[in-house]
C-alpha cells in the first residue's frame, strides 16, 4: 500500500487516514477543519472521543454552526467503542449509526469519521491494536468510507507505529 502524505483535510473525501498528534489545541483544529469539510459536502461526521476532549470539539464547532448543521455531528465515547466488546477491538461504525442516526437507514448519507484511538496499559495491545486497524482498514475501503485514526504521539511505540503506516492509506502531516 502506497501511503501518501497530506497537509489539507478539505479535499479528501475516502479513504483510511493516520494523524499522529502531540498538541491538543492543533488536534482539536485538525478534528474542527475535517468536521465542517464534511459539512460543506452535506456530510455526516461521527467522532469517536474521549470525555475530555469533546466539550473542546463542541465548543470550538458551535461558535460557527447553526442547530441544524450541529445535528450531523454525532459522538461516541472512545472507551465505548473500543471496549464495547469487553477487550479492545475496533469495531464497526455501522454497527453504531442506528443508534445515532434517527432514520438512518432510510437515509441516503454519506458519512465520515474520526476516531482517537486510545487503549489501556497492556503489554499485549500492539497485535490487538495492529489487527483491529487491519479490519477497519477492510471497512473502509469497502463502504469508500472517509476515515481518519489519530493517535497521541507519546503513546505510540517504534512497532504500533510502523503497524499503523502500514494499514492507512494516508497519513494527515501538520504544517511546518
Not at 474520526?114 to 483491529?132: G, M, P
Request: with cysteine; charged share 30%; aromatic share 12%.
Amino acid at each position: 500500500m502506497q501511503l501518501k502524505e497530506v497537509n489539507e483535510l478539505a479535499g479528501l473525501t475516502k479513504g483510511h487516514g493516520l494523524y499522529f498528534f502531540k498538541d491538543q489545541e492543533l488536534y482539536v483544529s485538525r478534528l474542527v477543519d475535517f468536521v465542517l469539510s464534511g459539512l460543506d459536502h452535506d456530510e455526516y461526521s461521527i467522532i469517536i472521543e474521549n470525555d475530555r476532549i469533546i466539550p473542546l470539539i463542541t465548543r470550538r464547532l458551535k461558535e460557527s454552526l447553526d442547530e441544524s448543521k450541529f445535528e450531523k455531528i454525532k459522538f461516541i465515547n472512545n472507551y465505548d467503542f473500543y471496549y464495547a466488546k469487553g477487550d479492545f477491538s475496533i469495531n464497526s461504525i455501522f454497527d453504531f449509526l442506528p443508534n445515532l442516526i434517527d432514520g438512518y437507514s432510510e437515509l441516503d448519507v454519506v458519512i465520515r469519521s474520526w476516531a482517537h484511538v486510545e487503549w489501556r496499559d497492556n503489554h499485549e495491545i500492539s497485535q490487538k491494536l495492529i489487527l483491529s486497524e487491519q479490519a477497519a482498514d477492510v471497512i473502509v475501503s469497502d463502504t469508500e468510507l472517509l476515515s481518519v485514526c489519530a493517535y497521541d504521539s507519546e503513546r505510540v511505540s517504534m512497532e504500533i507505529e510502523t503497524g499503523l503506516l502500514n494499514c492507512h492509506n494516508f497519513l494527515i502531516k501538520d504544517k511546518a
